[in-house]
């Protein structure tokens, strides 16, 4: 499967932004999805994760209660809605794909992963 992500740019502190993810091929509904990323300087780090049918979603202590993950498995697509931004969600956002079951939080679970799409949040 093959993954784009875009939708980041720059937003002030408070506000809020929503990264689409689109994926090729016919077999997304077997993927688990996801979304990492990497602030400057920093490792990349788990986001928010959702089963195949979307039903089961996971987050990273960071953003629970700001970020939502979503999919619409009719048009092959991931979201992730981000309300609340603060400025140390600045980084660039990737979209993953895993065939796992229950999607994981580490990197090397994921086998697929898009090109970044940047995210800046001012203060």
């Known amino acids: 499967v093959q993954l784009q992500a875009f939708g980041g740019g720059l937003v002030q502190a408070g506000g809020s932004l929503r990264l689409s993810c689109a994926a090729s091929?016919?077999?997304?509904?077997?993927?688990?999805m996801g979304w990492f990323r990497q602030a400057p300087g920093k490792e990349r780090e788990f986001v928010a994760a959702?089963?195949?049918?979307?039903?089961?979603?996971y987050y990273a202590d960071s953003v629970k209660g700001r970020f939502t993950i979503s999919r619409d498995n009719a048009k092959n697509a991931v979201y992730l809605q981000m309300n609340s931004l603060k400025p140390e969600d600045t980084a660039v956002y990737y979209c993953?794909?895993?065939?796992?079951?229950?999607?994981?939080?580490?990197?090397?679970?994921?086998?697929?992963w898009g090109q970044g799409t940047l995210v800046t949040v001012s203060s």
């Open positions: 091929g016919p077999t997304f509904i077997r993927y688990s």
């Open positions: 993953v794909a895993d065939g796992a079951v229950v999607p994981g939080s580490t990197l090397r679970e994921y086998d697929y």
């Open positions: 959702c089963s195949r049918s979307g039903g089961r979603t």
